[in-house]
T-cell receptor, first 113, second 108 residues
């Protein structure tokens, strides 16, 4: 099984609707990163969470970290076509911000008009 | 945060040949990471490139197939050697939390 499981694998929402993507780790988290990827392109950093209970927001995207459950959720409010893409969570497995990341399975988001 | 310039952005190569991918960072960094993203899959770490020492490869990846150079603190290359269609993927370099724009490789 994967170290990082994301759900759902894919999502189609109507413009203006809210949505949530979950990322669950089977191992200890030292940092949880969220990225967005447009098809065939590089990764765009969204936010990083380090402490249990931490919550960060960027424009209409909010991410939370539940350290006890080793789980993070990404919530998009009032989705727009520009939010479409693949969302990836990445976990740092040790201390030190320069360490490698293990990635989740990804969630493909489509936003319809 | 760091800015990474990765090239080429894409290439179509014949099987049996090699391709070298370059990443240039706008600041000095100790570690650079190389990832592969196979079609429809998530990212898998190939290796960690440290300046002044040999790269550290993850399970399933070997130096003969993916030689890496790290001549200084701002530059690294990944070579995909003796390519086969199974090597068709997006290859990405990374420093800290920043990723390059990726190299889309198609092997025919």
């Amino acid at each position: 099984s994967q170290e990082l499981e994301q759900s759902p694998q894919s999502l189609i929402v109507q413009e203006g609707k809210n949505l949530t993507i979950n990322c669950t780790s089977s191992k200890t988290l030292y940092g949880l990163y969220w990225y967005k990827q447009k098809y065939g392109e590089g990764l765009i950093f969204l936010m990083m969470l380090q402490k249990g209970g931490e919550e960060k927001s960027h424009e209409k995207i909010t991410a939370k970290l539940d350290e006890k459950k080793q789980q993070s959720s990404l919530h998009i409010t009032a989705s727009q076509p520009s939010h479409a893409g693949i969302y990836l969570c990445g976990a740092r497995r040790n201390t030190g911000t320069a360490s490698k990341l293990t990635f989740g399975t990804g969630t493909r988001l489509q936003v319809t008009l | 945060s760091a800015v990474i310039s990765q090239k080429p952005s894409r290439d179509i190569c014949q099987r049996g040949t090699s391709l070298t991918i370059q990443c240039q960072v706008d600041s000095q960094v100790t570690m650079m990471f190389w990832y592969r993203q196979q079609p429809g899959q998530s990212l898998t770490l190939i290796a960690t490139a440290n300046q002044g020492s040999e790269a550290t490869y993850e399970s399933g990846f070997v130096i003969d197939k993916f030689p890496i150079s790290r001549p200084n603190l701002t530059f690294s290359t990944l070579t995909v050697s003796n390519m086969s269609p199974e090597d068709s993927s997006i290859y990405l370099c990374s420093v800290e939390r920043t990723f390059g724009s990726g190299t889309r490789l198609t092997v025919v």
